[in-house]
Structure formats: structure tokens, C-alpha cells
């Protein structure tokens, strides 16, 4: 059995919760993701970042991936447990080095994280 990788499981995140790839811009992707999770909760007035029809979109995204959620408007967001524990992976040095390496660190393959 594999043992579990948050980085790993953060990659699982990004592909399939968040649609992204590793071209182009992937690190700067990242960290636009990184600074919208940091940004939360939104409701203290930090969403005027997002007052456009592309941020809000993006939290949209953030929101469809289920790393924030929120009440009657998106500008009210706040983090989800799965959110939390996304930041933690990107603050984490070790892991934001593997997630933004050549590749990346492929999926985990643990009994958590492998698909049933």
C-alpha cells in the first residue's frame, strides 16, 4: 500500500477538482489560488479584489471545486475544511516545490485517495 502524500493529494485538487493543467502558467495559476485562499474569509471586504466578472468567476470556480463556499452572494466566501487543507499543502515549502516542478508530483495512490 502507498503511503499518503498531501502534495500528492493537492495535485489530485488541481486536475480534476480545479480543471487546471501544467502548461503555460501553471505556477502563476497557482498562486493566484493561493492568494484567493489566503484572501478568506471574503466577507471582511477583501472580495472588492474580486468585483469583476473574471474574479468573480474565478471564485466561482474556487466555490465549484469545494475549496470555499458561501451564503447569498460570492463575495461572502469563506474557506471549506477542503480549502484549509489546500492552503496548508501550498504554504507547506516542500510541497509547493513539488507541485510546481516539471511534472509534478503525479497523484496519491493511497487507500484514502484512490478512487473507490
Known amino acids: 500500500m502507498d503511503e499518503h502524500s498531501e502534495a500528492k493529494w493537492a495535485y489530485g485538487v488541481i486536475y480534476d477538482d480545479l480543471h487546471a493543467c501544467g ?3 501553471a ?3 497557482l498562486e493566484l489560488v493561493r492568494e484567493a485562499l489566503r484572501d478568506c474569509p471574503l466577507y471582511d471586504g477583501s472580495w472588492r479584489k474580486y ?6 468567476w474565478f ?10 463556499e458561501h451564503g447569498t452572494s460570492i ?4 474557506l471549506t475544511g477542503k480549502g484549509e487543507r489546500f492552503l496548508a499543502v ?3 515549502e516542500d510541497s509547493w516545490r513539488a507541485l510546481n516542478g516539471d511534472m509534478g508530483p503525479g497523484y496519491c495512490e493511497c487507500a484514502e485517495c484512490r478512487p473507490a
Open 75 to 78: 463575495g461572502g466566501s469563506w
Open 90 to 92: 501550498l504554504d507547506d
Open 27 to 29: 505556477d502563476a495559476r
Open 23 to 25: 502548461c503555460g502558467y
Open 59 to 68: 471564485l466561482c470556480l474556487l466555490d465549484g471545486a469545494g475549496l470555499i
Open 51 to 56: 468585483d469583476s466578472p473574471i474574479g468573480e
